[in-house]
């Protein structure tokens, strides 16, 4: 699994040095902080009311990608439809990144990630029912390992180009989940996440989605981005349904 990890590292590294230019303006909203040594994005909707609840998706990044200035999430027309909060730790552990289900801990930023979604749920009016998590990549593989070490804890996640063994498909059950991947994906393979799907499935799992898009490589995040059904899924999900 490290090799797998060091290649996710170079791949990320190699587009991001490339891509990423520092933004000439930010979303109104987003800002940028520490918790416990850790730098962290955070989102609060433009037209926050504190009498009123609402859901919060945690994003983790892929490895080196630790730009989240301009996600989705933030854009007005999606806004004004699902006003939401959005948490987006940095995590700078290559190796071990977000974690993953071969091990039995979180790593030191999944465990602060979830000690600081905790904190703001005590300072804002979060709905708990309607936590969201999503990752890509080395991201990916952290979505698997907080749900199957923390099942209930998530309304519903997806998970880009990540991976997880089929052992830890009992604890994935109960949460809805969406697995997407590329069949020629050439970092991370596409078994990582196809044969935990199939046993999700053999397990009775009903809230589970997989979708493979055919001849693509570890850029599935780019096919992720036009599946316009996405988000209205995301956001009708809520704990006790």
């Known amino acids: 699994m490290k090799t797998i990890f060091s290649l996710i590292g170079a791949f990320i590294l190699s587009i991001a040095t490339q891509a990423q230019s520092p933004l000439t303006e930010k979303y109104h909203g987003y800002s940028e902080n520490t918790f416990r040594s850790m730098p962290y994005g955070f989102f609060k909707p433009v037209a926050y009311d504190p009498k009123r609840s609402y859901p919060l998706i945690v994003y983790l990044h892929g490895s080196n990608d630790l730009v989240s200035r301009d996600l989705l999430w933030y854009q007005e027309n999606i806004q004004k439809q699902y006003p939401c909060f959005v948490l987006t730790s940095k995590c700078k552990e290559s190796n071990q990144g977000w974690g993953n289900t071969w091990s039995e801990k979180h790593t030191d930023a999944t465990a602060k990630t979830l000690a600081l979604l905790d904190s703001l749920v005590k300072q804002y009016n979060i709905d708990t029912?309607?936590?969201?998590?999503?990752?890509i990549s080395m991201g990916g593989?952290?979505?698997?390992?907080?749900?199957?070490?923390?099942?209930?804890?998530?309304?519903a996640a997806y998970a880009i180009c990540g991976g997880s063994n089929a052992q830890a498909a009992r604890n994935l059950l109960q949460t809805p989940l969406w697995i997407f991947h590329g069949t020629d994906d050439d970092i991370v393979p596409v078994y990582l996440s196809r044969d935990v799907y199939h046993e999700i499935v053999r397990l009775g799992g009903k809230k589970v989605k997989y979708t493979e898009y055919p001849g693509v490589k570890h850029n599935s995040w780019e096919n992720v981005g036009k599946e316009q059904s996405l988000p209205a899924w995301l956001f009708s999900q809520r704990k006790g349904l």
């Not at 029912?129 to 990752?135: A, D, E, H, I, K």
């Not at 593989?141 to 309304?155: D, E, Q, R, W, Y």
């Open 141 to 155: 593989f952290g979505v698997f390992s907080i749900l199957s070490k923390n099942p209930g804890k998530f309304a």
């Open 129 to 135: 029912n309607r936590l969201y998590l999503y990752g």
